[in-house]
DNA sequence: TAGATTGTTAATCGATTAACAATC
DNA sequence: TAGATTGTTAATCGATTAACAATC
């Protein structure tokens, strides 16, 4: 796994040089979009990538893809598309998140089953360090290859775990009494899956996800 | 319900009276987004919003979504804010998106059983009329308020209810085969949460969802 | 009235796209 | 070599932002 690229020269020309530069907002959203599509082309066993395919997939211009890349340096090849796996290796670089990534995950219901016996943050390097429930049936069984815990330890285990992450999967009426202990114990970002509003400090990120209301924006494009 | 907006005077100023056009890309993303927003807060009860306080909530500039209203009409008060109720429905009149949509659900394991019972879906309009699995034990079963069908039916029952969207909640191996089915029998959205990689005809859809992906995005702006 | 917030302008910045030479 | 695809330029379009008058 080589973290070299091109033959060397003009190291001036790459922005990975210079760490004090933070992406535009854009820029780095579809950076992570090109992750996940690469992602599951390694999974695959896909060695190359054209930006042309990667545009199909990401619903991204291929010329704004190969825009994005050079900017960082000369990953591809002429007549041949970018190599996966290095391009994976770049991109984390470029967005600073190559190392594991300690979560702790709230709610082991049906979704929360699902997220932790999936690989979907896995393959990204987060590792889901703890699984927290209020109900006493759930809490003491085993769900991935965490034992579930009573919410009563989520105060101890973020700071022993240095967890800055959160993935909320508990029903609406709990969301904001567990993100008010989760901002208490130092979380900084809050995936929220609940269809609860959430009332943070201006520190903290909360990022909502909607698949319904995505659907919506693919259905208007389909209607019209 | 009612459908009509301000003092009806100007009709020639609101781009809700030229069907012919297409929103833009971002636009109709943000629209969406607004929406999701909106729906939460009706749900607590909340009457007017600012565009101060969507702008927290979505990580859109103020300014921005105000511009983006004003181009279809006015909907806001000044000194007060926009009716959360109102600005619902025109937003969805905006996005064409105001009647109901069948959708077809693939998967009856932990997440297909979270998206079921969930109202994630029908909050925005989306009611799930059929859901598949090719698991004997789990075809029979009773899951929301639907009986889980064997997907040896999904041909029939796509055209029956006239079904443009399916949500594919199963095994990556699985999911190109049920796509190939779908595509075969009309389906022009395909809502993908397994992590395989679908190959589908140009006027098929795909939209890939990825929690972790987003994740490493907000983690960017965290560590930078 | 006073305070708040919209609707709108103007100026800047980033995204998008077509086109094509360079080169694998 | 011939074909394919990158890296890059230039031109256009849309997004972003600050500022502020209008007005609820």
Chains 1, 2 share one sequence.
Do not use: C, W
């Amino acid at each position: 796994m080589s973290y070299t690229v091109g033959r060397g020269s003009q190291p001036e020309e790459s922005s990975l040089d210079k760490p004090g530069e933070k992406l535009a907002l854009g820029v780095a959203a579809r950076l992570s979009r090109y992750l996940q599509v690469l992602t599951q082309a390694r999974k695959i066993g896909k060695e190359t990538i054209s930006s042309q395919e990667l545009a199909e997939y990401t619903h991204v211009n291929s010329t704004q893809i190969r825009r994005d890349l050079s900017g960082f340096g000369k990953f591809g090849k002429r007549g041949v598309g970018y190599n996966v796996e290095s391009l994976v290796t770049q991109i984390r670089k470029i967005l600073r998140t190559s190392g594991q990534h300690n979560i702790a995950l709230f709610g082991a219901g049906h979704l929360g089953t699902a997220i932790a016996t999936s690989d979907i943050f896995g393959d990204h390097g987060f590792r889901i360090v703890a699984i927290f429930d209020v109900v006493d049936d759930r809490v003491g069984t085993k769900l991935g290859d965490q034992v579930v815990r009573h919410s009563s330890e989520l105060h101890d285990v973020v700071e022993e775990e240095e967890i800055v992450v959160a993935v909320l999967a508990v029903p609406a009426s709990a969301a904001q009494g567990i993100a008010d202990s989760l901002v208490d114990a130092g979380v900084k970002i809050i995936f929220n899956y609940s269809d609860a509003l959430l009332n943070v400090p201006p520190d903290v990120t909360v990022h909502a996800s909607s698949p319904a209301v995505d659907l919506l924006y693919a259905l208007y494009f389909y209607l019209t």
